[in-house]
């Protein structure tokens, strides 16, 4: 008995002492208002990342898109939304809003 009661205190002792997972790393993006749209933020390795997008125009749309990525808001939705995202090393990225995807993109490369 009292061998398994100092086995389940070191197991307790284990677990607290365990790192907690490592929160995804977060990229921000935004369009509008006006004819603006920005990532303030770029990755600096490849990795899983949260994309928190702020959309402050109901005439315009936030599409982040490349390899194994296609995540968008709709053009008439206003506010803020997260994605989780996959970005590849060495890969490039268009962010776009999509009615006016001649004016309004830019792009990032993930370095390798």
Do not use: Q
């Given at each position: ?17 365990w ?18 749209i920005?990532m ?14 702020q ?51 830019g792009?990032?490369?993930?370095p390798a």
């Open positions: 008995m009292k061998a398994s009661i100092v086995i389940l205190a070191a197991c307790a002792l284990l677990l607290a002492a790192p907690a997972a490592a929160a995804n790393p977060s990229l921000k993006g935004a369009v509008g208002p006006g004819e603006t920005k303030t933020s770029k990755p600096k390795k490849a990795g899983t990342y949260k994309l928190i997008v959309d402050r125009s109901s005439e315009h749309n936030f599409r982040l898109r490349g390899p194994g990525v296609n995540v968008a808001t709709s053009v008439s939705w206003t506010g803020t939304k997260t994605f989780t995202v996959k970005l590849k090393a060495g890969k490039t990225y268009t962010f776009v809003c999509d009615p006016h995807a001649d004016d309004m993109r792009s990032f490369k993930v």
